[in-house]
């Protein structure tokens, strides 16, 4: 099974635009939500549990989500082929730094996504 790969991390000034790609090929046919999370630099030794939901695409229900922090600056979406996962994210802001993760789940519940897939993450640094 292939692994989920981040790319398109690094350094933008505050105000700037990036966009993050994720290979999800492997994922697609059993997985119900694919999406982004971070992970803030002071929460990196929490692992997992440290990270928050950024943005998704699920099957069930058909949507995208955002976090409220994100909404109107960040989009995610897929490409034509489905087999690569994009987080196209503008107008960044410092408190946006850290370290993006693709996941993939095959199961939700209330909101918790179960026995996830994680890639190794791509850094964003967002200075002021």
């Known amino acids: 099974q292939m692994p989920l790969v981040e790319s398109g991390g690094g350094s933008v000034q505050a105000g700037g635009s990036r966009t993050l790609s994720c290979t999800v090929s492997?994922?697609?046919?059993?997985?119900?939500?694919l999406g982004w999370f971070r992970q803030p630099p002071e929460k990196e030794h929490e692992g997992i549990p440290g990270?928050?939901?950024?943005?998704?695409?699920?099957?069930?229900?058909?949507?995208?989500y955002y976090a409220d922090s994100v909404k109107g600056r960040f989009t995610i979406y897929q490409d034509t082929t489905k087999e690569t996962l994009y987080l196209q994210m503008n107008s960044l802001k410092p408190e946006d730094t850290g370290m993006y993760y693709c996941?993939?789940?095959?199961?939700?519940?209330?909101?918790?996504?179960?026995?996830?897939?994680w890639g190794q993450g791509t850094r964003v640094t967002v200075s002021s």
């Open positions: 996941a993939a789940t095959a199961q939700v519940v209330r909101g918790n996504w179960i026995d996830s897939a």
């Open positions: 990270r928050e939901g950024v943005a998704a695409i699920c099957t069930v229900g058909n949507g995208t």
């Open positions: 492997g994922y697609v046919p059993r997985s119900i939500c």
